[in-house]
């Protein structure tokens, strides 16, 4: 792919493979902790830059936060910290959801897909 000249960009998710579900208590974990937050945000950009990757693809769903504010801040964090290394950011949205700040996070990230 490299060779190719191709983006490369990892999908992050909150899926628990045992339970086959989306879990939006994993996420909860992260937001509401800075410091869970910002290593995540650290471990991400470092991996990227360690491959060689074209940046990250954030798919995360079933969210359980009373607003949408914290996934919004999530996804600003990420696109500061990885566009300082001219990395892509690109998420997954559902359509016609509470759960994301459509707007907004258009302003965070290179590309929004939605499902």
């Known amino acids: 792919m490299k060779e190719k000249q191709l983006r490369i960009l990892p999908m992050i998710q909150n899926f628990r493979t045992k339970s086959q579900v989306f879990d939006g208590g994993l996420l909860h974990k992260i937001f509401t902790n800075p410091v ?3 290593n995540l945000i650290q471990e991400i950009a470092d ?6 990757l074209s940046g990250i693809n954030i798919d995360f769903e079933e ?11 999530f996804q600003k964090k990420l696109y500061e910290k990885l566009h300082e290394r001219g990395l892509w950011v690109t998420m997954d949205g559902i359509p016609k959801t509470n759960d ?3 707007t907004r996070l258009t302003q965070y990230n290179d590309y929004v897909v939605f499902m």
């Open 36 to 38: 869970l937050e910002n």
């Open 100 to 102: 994301y700040a459509h």
């Open 47 to 52: 991996t990227l830059s360690h491959y060689g």
């Open 63 to 73: 969210l359980t936060e009373p607003t949408n504010e914290p996934l919004t801040e």
